[in-house]
Structure formats: C-alpha cells, structure tokens
C-alpha cells in the first residue's frame, strides 16, 4: 500500500511513533543527520552535541573498532536492514541495551540516501536476562564439578576394588596349588597305607599293630584328600566370582570413565559458551 493511501495522515502516524520510540537518522557516512528527543534523552546528549558525529560514538570501542562493525555499514549502505538488540554506550558512559531497526531510506533512483534507526531502551529487561543466563551457567559449571569429582573418586575406588580382587584372584590360585599339593600327599600316603596293610597282613600275628597303625594312616590320608577336595571346589567358586567381580567392575570403570569424559566436555561447552557471551556483551 502506497503511504498516500494509508486511511490516517501520515504527518500524525511519523508523530505517534516519535512519541513512542528513540529515532534518529544517518548519512550513509554515518554521520548524525537528526534525532529526536526520546533519543537525546536515552543517550545524554542535546542536540547541538549529537548533530555530525559518528554513529560509532554511541558503540563499545572493540565493536567500533571491528570488521563486524564494518560489515554491519556495508550491509546497510547494500539496502539491507537490521533488526535486534544492541548494546550502546551513553555520552556519560553508560551502557545500555536497545532493541533497534536499521533501515536504509531510499532516493528517487533507489540509491540509499540515509539510515533510519527506531529504537527502544530494554536495558532493564536485557540485564535480567544476562543476570539470569549468567546464574544458570554458574549452578550448570558447579553441578558439573560436583558430579566430575564424584565420578572420578568413584573411578579411583572401582580401580582399588579391582586391583584387590585381582589380588584375590592370584591368592586363590596360589592356595589351588598348595591343595593340589596336599593332595598328592594324601594320595601317596593312602597308597602306603595300603602297601603297609598288605605287609603287616603277611606278617601274621607279628604286623597286626602295625597294621592297625597303616589303617589310621591311610583313613586319615582319605580325610586329608576329601577335605582338600571339598576346599578346592569353594575355592573355584570364590575365583569364579571373583573373575566376574573383576569383569564387571572393568565395564563399571569403562561407564565411568565415558562418563567424566563427558561431563568434561559438557565443561568445555559451558566455559564456551561464558567466554561467547562475554565477547557478544562486549560486541553488540
């Protein structure tokens, strides 16, 4: 719709608006062709002080000083507009923050002859937000720390855990080895239980002492190997369990360890993501 055709007067619409927000307008130089008083009031300036200077006055010097504020003028001059929230520097040094439209206004032959900036002071709002943002970056970085010393003391302990019971482990099979052991003994000692049971046979009524004494011997022997039998078969069970002990805590320690190296990168996101916002405070 052409502005001649809009149903109110346009004179009254531009006046409304000047009520409403902070305007003011650049050469494409970016020099100050006009502002009005919402301007002048939000930025302390009159307007004998603000007519000619350049728009970078009213920037943070390492965003003036920037190829993104550089670009930011090409795009405008190029009849691209800009909309968002920018952070801006009073003539007393204030920082404020200020949701603006930059738009490029247009000549006869479609060249761009000024740029038109409509804004309003969100200061307030924009500090809560960053307040905010930056509480919840601080309770995030502290939960992660919390979790990444828990998760690494745990990781510690499961690695004594299976340091132990592989310590356990070799200790089974050293004893396995001294009942196999005992075993052996007993079984020698059965077979000369009966070789002398066989002998004192043969001696009559001379070996019988001797044979009752062999007859002790190889029962006690067939205690010894029953025994000896009875803690080999606990002892493979304790291995056995200790083996699977040790297995799963290897694939506990493994979740653990995946763990922390993920809460440690979440860490590096999160120190990323204060030292970006730092630097887009600083830029805008």
Not at 103 to 108: E, F, Q
Not at 136 to 141: G, I
Not at 231 to 257: F, Y
Request: aromatic share 8%; net charge negative; with cysteine.
């Amino acid at each position: 719709m052409k502005l001649h055709a809009l149903p109110i007067d346009c004179v009254r619409l531009f006046e409304s608006m000047e009520r409403s927000f902070a305007m003011i307008l650049f050469r494409p130089d970016t020099t100050v062709l006009w502002a009005n008083d919402a301007f002048l009031h939000t930025m302390g300036y009159t307007e004998q002080q603000v007519i000619g200077i350049s728009h970078r006055q009213f920037c943070l010097p390492e965003y003036a000083n920037s190829y993104a504020y550089t670009e930011f003028w090409n795009r405008l001059k190029s009849k691209q507009p800009f909309y968002g929230t920018v952070q801006r520097v009073t003539r007393h040094g204030k920082h404020i923050w200020l949701e603006a439209l930059y738009a490029p206004v247009l000549d006869a032959n479609g060249e761009v002859e000024a740029i038109f900036k409509l804004a309003t002071d969100v200061t307030d709002r924009q500090n809560t937000l960053n307040d905010e943002f930056a509480s919840l970056l601080e309770e995030m970085n502290a939960s992660t720390n919390d979790i990444h010393q828990t998760s690494q003391l745990i990781h510690e302990h499961l690695q004594l855990l299976s340091q132990k019971a592989e310590r356990v482990s070799k200790s089974t099979e050293q004893i396995q080895s001294v009942i196999s052991f005992v075993k052996d003994i007993a079984m020698q000692s059965n077979l000369l239980g009966l070789n002398a049971a066989i002998e004192a046979a043969r001696a009559g009524e001379h070996g019988r002492g001797f044979a009752i004494v062999a007859e002790e011997v190889r029962k006690m022997a067939e205690k010894s190997k029953t025994s000896a039998e009875d803690i080999s078969e606990q002892l493979n069970h304790i291995t056995s369990s200790v083996l699977e002990m040790v297995h799963m805590l290897e694939e506990v320690a493994e979740k653990i360890n995946n763990s922390t190296e993920a809460i440690d990168e979440l860490h590096q996101v999160q120190q990323h993501m204060v030292k970006i916002t730092d630097k887009l405070t600083k830029l805008l």
